[in-house]
């Protein structure tokens, strides 16, 4: 264990103990008399003298303590020298046992030897060990923490020190916190970090400098574990500018994962709702502890490790030991059990794995506990089959809990025995009301009761009642006696392994089936074994009529998912004699429009029609649609959706794949998305597309048992196979010709029926023949060279790949926004893209803390790019208030609400930001921009400030009177004219000028020319006035002079919380009668020099983004710290 450091005194030290390693800077020692065969007395001795000198009685055996080269307090034992007499060291470390103490040694060469040599001051190395050991102690003691439920007390002591220190609204929960470093270049930063729902977090105060990062994990593009010249092992965090590593943890394993977590389901949250649903337990971000992100990691590996559907939720992990007759002994291994399922698995990877849906389960007892078979319990499900579980803890709570669970799965699905059957069938047969009356499984049968079949019949009697391949047979090239041995051959392997591992899908699934499935799967055999791999057996049977009555709700209706539909039915395997007539293609359109009814988030995507036909051909129209449902929706998630995110993420994982198996590829091809670009079809329809189907249905035969990870190493083995001719190719387009050939050429000579062209079969139109490649063989090889990665270890690489995918579409969509605006705007391109980032961040921070939460209605990734993000009135404010130049203290707010309104065209209360940036454009010079009051609508022959010269005064209304004609003459007639101001929108603009030159350095000097304007433009709309009552005009001026009725919409200077309607408060005679016209309002400013300067001066863009960067936060979380005293001023009224 870690101690507080304390000053030990070495004097005659050696005679208590001996020095068994040593560095220079931490000594390892061992309490003399301690494991020596031979020192029974001098043990004695030293023991007696602990007892005398010690108030414990005992002293812990080992101890390692700290010195410092070059210090006063320093002994030269590590070279071997005798001790000072007087010299003091630090013992920071004790253990009971060689291995304890060994651990400690081993963190401080890891984490602690190599930094300290950076460090010139040698006292600076003693200050910076033990306050690293302190924190080591501290985090000892507060690693579970972060859970409230277990030490309240300290982690609200913590909770306190996070918010005085970040200062973040209390909707920012902290999740959990943990000692470590944060490097900055070679220097390390002691201080701790700080995980919570929206951010990452760090503080360090060391050596009177104070350190503060803030992380947002919507910003993080990249986490990952890595090493440095000074460390073996640090967290890196890389956002858009900056890499930051992390190190010195006491349990790194664990804080990565915690980090992963958060990361993972903050980014999903914010930025990939689109198909994005949380667990029950994380649908309230304020309510996330750090039980419940580890409790999510398991059930993700859980789901994940045995394809359950996502909403299956674990309960316990328990270790256990399962008989395995098949090899006479009792398996070691975990036993998982969630809502509807018991799952095994056994430590050894490949041994043995079994799911035992709580559907096929008829009882669970409790057996007598003996010493050779220790706390058993006993599974028994329908075919007359036992489990036998031992040697686990807590078996009274266990089986208690799985019999209320199997008790509600019962009640939900009845089932029905029928006892008519032989025993020696060894199957359960139970009655359902499924579409699909006979699904037999070698010996196995599910059948419907007579009347349910019969009535199903009645009710969709269009439905294709056998697999299409029963359907439309053909006979291959071999000999028919050829076909029938080798079929057969396989036929019988699969029945002895029926007969020993079990034939139902609670069959043990060991490392002999995985070798049976790469052989090829009997095609009698294949749609029936497809079921029970993915399980889309346990859905079938517990949804009866579910299909049909998906069929009858969705028949003739059209839109624009099944004009899609239609448009590709006659794409899907047109080779294949089954779907060259209408029997197919009915079954098609029915199974795909019927999906698309129940998975409206999903609908149709491209390459579900070439996968869909494939399991038409092997199952039967029912069976093929919940084999479809088990693919898209937990074998391949997130794949077949709008931005097939599913699908990025593991063509990004299988990038890194390549990297680490193929080196000399991937050095060749230094842009592996090529490669991706090629391979995306080899993910989305498993080579269906790309390889003749006798070969590409083996395919699909590992990718049932194996899920993805049998297409990640296929893909392997594929580009192994193709290594050297790939390295040769000279650009991307050979690569895709050697690939594509090759593939093209991929046989299946066991196959009964004849060979099927793929779709890309004009690539090997070659003068030689080509060399062909046996499916068996390729797909063999992939098991043995590339058939190492573990589940976990791919689905750690898709957590972390995620991140990049997602981070990648935000830029494309920042790219394409940025695409569009920057030919629009007068601001350099540099500073739009901060402004973008400013944008972005202020609606990111609404939904960090407002409630509800804008997410869904603000955040769309189907819509357009520009569209994506949007704000609302108060958070333009805020932005407005951050780099507009027009802040005017208490005014602000006023003149936000206002250029709001007039951005938000479609009154929808939102805007986007193109029209964001469009107000800020008015404001900013540059050399290659115009001033709006230099447009050609206002350039005239005429000086814009008219002089006094000898204190004369000047005829204003003769001078205005013709700077109006002039604008007349040469306004652009193609331009819209804007509606003429009545007198109360004319004090309301008034009013907002007044309140743009509040605070300004000239206030005085504006103030009194906008008091000239605005006499000027009183009179001119008195003069109008008048006119208009005599029924006259005067022929020069007489159009500007007309007066028009404001239009309804016109309520941008309205008063906050009125509607346009406010505006008939007034008589309509006064709206009607005294107007001024946009032109009359320009030729009165121009006549000011001081507005004219106010208007054209510059903007420093920059200094107003560095600013904005810096005070977002404190911006937003003054507003909500001000809002919640409000609240609760409110409740204590």
């Known amino acids: 264990m870690w101690l507080k450091p304390e000053e030990v005194l070495l004097k005659n030290a050696l005679k208590l103990w001996v020095t068994q390693k040593s560095s220079c800077y931490f000594i390892l020692q061992r309490r003399r008399g301690h494991g020596e065969g031979g020192g029974r007395l001098t043990g004695r001795l030293v023991g007696a003298l602990d007892a005398v000198l010690d108030s414990n009685a005992r002293v812990a055996p080992f101890r390692i303590l700290l010195q410092v080269p070059g210090s006063q307090v320093y002994s030269p034992i590590a070279c071997g020298e005798l001790l000072n007499g007087s010299d003091v060291y630090w013992a920071i470390a004790t253990g009971a046992t060689l291995e304890e103490i060994n651990q400690h040694w081993d963190w401080l060469e890891q984490n602690l030897l190599h930094t300290l040599s950076v460090f010139d001051n040698k006292d600076d190395i003693a200050s910076f060990v033990k306050g690293k050991v302190k924190a080591l102690i501290a985090e000892e003691t507060s690693s579970r923490l972060a859970e409230q439920e277990e030490e309240p007390e300290k982690f609200r002591e913590a909770l306190v020190k996070f918010e005085a220190r970040f200062n973040f609204p209390e909707a920012e929960k902290l999740v959990t916190y943990y000692s470590c470093c944060c490097w900055k270049g070679r220097v390390p930063r002691q201080g701790w970090l700080y995980l919570s729902i929206n951010h990452l977090c760090f503080y360090s105060f060391f050596l009177g400098k104070e350190l503060k990062l803030v992380v947002p994990w919507v910003d993080i593009q990249k986490l990952e574990r890595t090493s440095n010249v000074f460390l073996t092992d640090t967290i890196r965090i890389t956002t858009q500018n900056k890499e930051r590593d992390f190190s010195m943890f006491l349990n790194l394993d664990e804080v990565f994962k915690v980090m992963e977590q958060l990361a993972d389901v903050t980014l999903r949250r914010l930025l990939d709702n689109e198909v994005f649903d949380l667990d029950p337990d994380l649908q309230e971000p304020s309510q996330i502890t750090k039980r419940d992100l580890e409790a999510r990691a398991q059930n993700e590996f859980f789901r994940a490790f045995f394809r359950l559907p996502r909403k299956e939720k674990l309960h316990a ?28 698995a056994s430590r050894e990877d490949g041994c043995c794995k079994i799911v035992l849906p709580l559907r096929e389960v008829v009882s669970i007892e409790k057996m007598e506990d003996t010493s050779l078979l220790p706390h058993p319990i006993i599974v028994s499900i329908r075919s007359k089959v036992a489990f036998q579980f031992i040697e686990l803890r807590d078996r009274d709570s266990l089986v208690e809990a799985l019999l209320v669970r199997l008790k509600q799965v019962h009640a939900n699905h009845p089932v029905h025995y029928d006892t008519s059957v032989d025993d020696d069938m060894a199957s359960p047969v139970f009655h359902s009301t499924s579409m699909c009356g006979d699904h037999r499984f070698g010996d196995l049968e599910m059948v419907s009761s007579q009347s349910s079949e019969e009535s199903e019949k009645e009710k969709s009697p269009l439905l294709h009642p056998d697999a299409l391949v029963t359907a439309f047979q053909q006979s291959g090239s071999q000999s028919p006696d050829s076909q029938m041995s080798r079929e057969q051959i396989k036929i019988s392997l699969w029945n002895d392994h029926f007969v020993e591992y079990g034939r139902t899908v609670c069959m043990f699934r060991t490392e002999k089936i995985r070798k049976l499935v790469a052989m090829g799967i009997p095609e009698s055999l294949r749609g029936r074994l497809w079921l029970l791999f993915s399980d889309a057996v346990t859905d079938l049977a517990s949804h009866p009529g579910y299909y049909g009555n998906l069929v009858e709700e969705s028949l003739g209706k059209c839109c624009l998912v099944t004009e899609e539909i239609e448009r590709d039915l006659h794409r899907s395997l047109p080779e294949h004699p089954a779907f060259q007539n209408e029997t197919g293609i009915a079954a098609l359109r029915r199974v795909l429009t019927a999906y698309a009814h129940r998975n409206p988030k999903i609908g149709y995507c491209q390459s579900m029609n070439i996968l869909t036909s494939v399991l038409l051909l092997y199952a039967k129209e029912e069976e093929a649609f919940w084999l479809l449902v088990a693919v898209c929706e937990r074998m391949l998630p997130d794949y077949f959706n709008h931005r097939v995110i599913g699908a990025q993420v ?63 190493q296929l893909g392997l083995a594929v580009l192994e196979a193709n290594a050297e001719d790939l390295c040769s190719s000279k650009d991307d387009g050979q690569a895709l010709m050697i690939l594509s050939r090759f593939l093209d050429h991929i046989k299946n000579e066991d196959s009964p029926g004849p060979p099927v062209g793929s779709h890309h079969a004009f690539f090997s139109d070659d003068q030689e023949p080509y060399p062909v490649t046996d499916i068996s063989d390729l797909i063999r090889d992939s098991y043995e060279k590339f058939g190492d990665q573990s589940v976990e270890q791919i689905e750690h690489l898709r957590y972390k790949h995620r991140i990049r995918v997602l981070q990648g579409h935000e830029d494309t969509t920042k790219q394409n926004v940025l695409r569009v605006v920057i030919p629009e705007v007068s601001i350099l391109p540099e500073d739009l893209e901060e402004l973008y980032d400013l944008f972005k961040r202020e609606h990111m921070m609404s939904c960090y803390w407002e409630q509800p939460r804008p997410t869904a209605s603000r955040h769309d990734p189907s819509r357009p790019y520009a569209e994506q993000y949007r704000i609302d009135a108060r958070q333009f404010a805020h932005l407005f208030q951050l780099v507009s130049p027009w802040t005017c203290g208490a005014h602000t707010e006023i003149l936000a609400e206002r250029t709001f309104r007039l951005l938000d065209d479609n009154m929808d209360q939102l805007i986007e930001f193109k029209a964001f940036v469009s107000c800020l454009a008015l404001t900013e010079n540059d050399r290659d921009s115009q001033s709006p009051l230099k447009n050609p609508l206002l350039s005239t022959s005429r000086p814009l400030v008219f002089g006094k010269p000898n204190g004369d005064a000047v005829d204003y209304q003769k001078q205005l009177k013709q700077m109006i004609k002039d604008l007349a003459k040469e306004k652009d007639k193609t331009e819209k004219e804007l509606p003429k101001m009545s007198q109360r929108e004319f004090i309301q603009f008034c009013k907002t000028l007044y309140s743009m030159f509040h605070e300004d350095p000239e206030e005085n000097d504006l103030y009194q020319a906008i008091a000239t304007v605005t006499t000027l433009l009183l009179q001119i709309g008195e003069v109008g006035q008048r006119s208009s009552s005599s029924g006259s005009c005067s022929q020069e001026c007489g159009e500007e002079l007309r007066a028009s009725a ?88």
């Open 650 to 712: 593991d063509q990004s994982v299988f990038e890194e794949l390549i990297k680490g198996h193929l080196p000399e590829l991937a050095e060749h091809m230094n842009d592996l998305s090529a490669l991706a670009s090629v391979s995306l079809s080899w993910f989305l329809t498993l080579f269906l597309s790309i390889m003749p189907l006798e070969s590409a249905v083996n395919v699909v035969d590992c990718f049932f048992y194996d899920g993805i990870k049998a297409i990640f």
């Open 1046 to 1133: 404001p239009s309804p919409e016109d309520s941008v200077f309205a008063d906050t919380g009125k509607t346009p309607q406010d505006s008939q408060a007034f008589p309509e005679e006064a709206q009607a009668d005294w107007t001024v016209s946009l032109e009359h309002i320009l030729a009165s400013l121009l006549t000011e020099q001081s507005l004219v300067n106010f208007f054209e001066k510059p903007l420093d863009m920059k200094s107003k983004l560095e600013n904005a960067k810096i005070n977002q936060y404190n911006l937003k979380t003054s507003e909500m710290s001000h809002q919640s005293q409000s609240e609760l001023k409110l409740s204590n009224l």
């Open 317 to 344: 992990v328990v270790d256990c030991s399962l008989w395995t007759p098949f090899s006479r002994c009792h398996t070691a291994g975990r036993m998982f059990t969630s809502d509807s399922y018991i799952c095994f």
